[in-house]
């Protein structure tokens, strides 16, 4: 297997490798800026300083030009015209730029969205901002294994149905949504189709034609390019309209002002480019990897589940709930790894993630989760470390849960009262 | 979440862990919290012929602070009378263990769990507590 490495610029040194930090398994929270990258970003840092909108002379034309290629590259990217592509400061601004500029063109037409309960919360959060300006929206129940619905999909449209909003691959469990069958769907009641891409770029082939999205939106970061950084693509035939939400020069054909950072913007079009021809030969060798550490999981701890469908999911997430372990506990026992819970304990209010519960998990069990997040710069090493680690660490959880004593004597945990608290 | 030492002292080598048969009639359970709730702890007593806590062990299903709070009350009830047991309070346990407030729940169910094992000996006892209890509750007051 071909190893890609992060490598220091200067020193030639890998810098990933490093034994006094975490193993990174949180690809899907971040990603580091693949060296190829930040090699092409540099220059617009210093010697190419200029403001893209710079008409009058050289330093302008150096980075017009160098922000026009990358709008070129993200635009192959997702099968679309560089004439479509809105540059934004990363994919929340993406998605509020899509669903309020849609919302407010078109609240003649009528004030209904749909979205789904698993959303990100970049959705979600505009869509209850909407709620409060006077829209209304349905948030969509998913299916056991995180998939909409089409039926019930199709069946929540209403005659002033204005924009429904779906996440192409989820950011918890990877799971990929039918987006063909929603597209179809939605063109033939005339909705507006907003995507939000950003954990499928690189991951699955997204191409705005093939799914009839109207509106997608993207980010740097996702996909080894830069922080800082995103785009929305806004379709021209038929041609859609968002009002824009940040005002002050008119860039971006009016849709969102303010100087275009450069080097990010040559970031984000390089890193699109890369995460495109990479795809194959990267969901081949972290698939392998994600497969070695499932089996490996399995092989050494028992009552183990999976979330989400393991039949349409990218091969570079796995979430599993680890029953009669508490999830802050489990994360604070692999503080060697760089994981994500799905228990957000860092609230009073002890919630569990939204996302599993959408999909009928128990509070146990979505407290218990752990999110694996597979990336370029992963090894196998790093997995069987994992490995390692999960077994050992939920043993000992294990020992130390009179759940667990229970569930080995045979009892039934449901079978309890509990004395609420 | 920042935890404070002793914290992470209890989560990572905690102290008591195991347990007793409950069937035992020397022995006081107490079970609180839900797994729902995310934390779910047994405390469990063993108490001898003078009502003297002579043994403790815990079991917890929790985050790092319910794990530390329940072994931390371990130590704390050994050696104690039943009564002085009671007297520990969640305010004793949060300080000991410099719990942040989102926490303080945690320090809230270990006092429970020593209220409700307590209670299950006592009940076990019934009326007929033996004369050295009763003798060595008459002591302690």
Known sequence: ?421 | MAYSEKVIDHYENPRNVGAMDKDDSGVGTGMVGAPACGDVMRLQIKVNEQGIIEDAKFKTYGCGSAIASSSLVTEWVKGKTLDEAMTIKNSHIAEELELPPVKIHCSVLAEDAIKAAVEDYRSKRGAGHSQAEVAAALVAH
């Open chain 1, 1 to 421: 297997m071909n190893q890609p490495q992060i490598i220091d610029l200067e020193s030639k040194k890998p810098l990933l490798i490093d034994p006094d930090r975490p193993i990174y398994l949180d690809y899907q929270a971040t990603t580091p800026v693949d060296p190829q990258v930040l090699e092409q970003m540099l220059p617009y840092l210093t010697h190419d300083f200029g403001n893209a909108a710079s008409r009058s002379h050289a330093y302008g034309w150096t980075a017009e030009k160098a922000v026009e290629k990358a709008r070129q590259q993200v635009a192959d990217a997702l099968h679309a015209d560089p004439r479509e592509i809105v540059w934004t400061s990363g994919a929340t601004e993406a998605t509020n730029l899509a669903l309020k500029g849609a919302a407010h063109f078109y609240s003649g037409k009528g004030k209904h969205i749909i979205t789904l309960r698993t959303e990100h919360k970049a959705t979600l959060d505009t869509c209850r901002q909407l709620e409060r300006e006077g829209f209304e929206v349905t948030y969509l129940e998913v299916r056991e294994d995180g998939l909409v619905d089409l039926k019930a999909f199709e069946a929540a449209i209403r005659p002033d149905t204005i924009i429904a909003s779906v996440l192409f691959v989820n950011n918890e469990i990877g799971v990929i949504q039918p987006m063909e069958e929603i597209g179809r769907i939605l063109r033939a009641h005339k909705v507006l189709f907003h995507v939000d891409a950003v954990q499928a770029l690189g991951k699955v082939p997204v191409d705005v034609e093939a799914i009839q999205a109207d509106m997608m939106s993207v980010s740097g970061h996702k996909i080894y390019g830069p922080k800082g950084i995103g785009a929305l693509y806004v379709r021209r035939k038929p041609r859609v309209r968002v009002e824009a939400q940040v005002h002050g020069g008119g860039h971006e054909r009016g849709m969102r002002s303010g100087t275009l950072p450069t080097h990010q913007i040559v970031g984000m079009g390089a890193a699109a480019e890369l995460a495109v021809q990479l795809m194959d030969a990267d969901a081949q060798r972290i698939g392998k990897l994600r497969d070695r550490l499932l089996k490996g999981i399995q092989d050494r701890v028992e009552e183990t589940y999976i979330n989400g469908s393991m039949e349409h999911r990218v091969p570079h997430n796995l979430n599993i709930s680890f029953a009669f372990v508490e999830g802050e506990s489990l994360i604070m026992a692999l503080k060697e790894i760089a994981v994500s819970s799905g228990s957000a304990c860092t609230s009073a209010s002890l919630e569990p993630s939204y996302v599993l519960r959408a999909l009928g998990k128990s509070d146990e069990l979505a407290h218990s989760s752990i999110r694996f997040g597979i990336g370029r710069f992963t090894t196998e090493a790093e997995i069987d470390a994992t490995i390692e680690l999960i077994a050992g660490k939920v043993g000992k959880l294990r020992e130390l849960s009179p759940l667990w004593e229970m569930h080995l004597e045979g009892i039934d945990l449901n079978s309890i009262q509990w004395a609420a608290h």
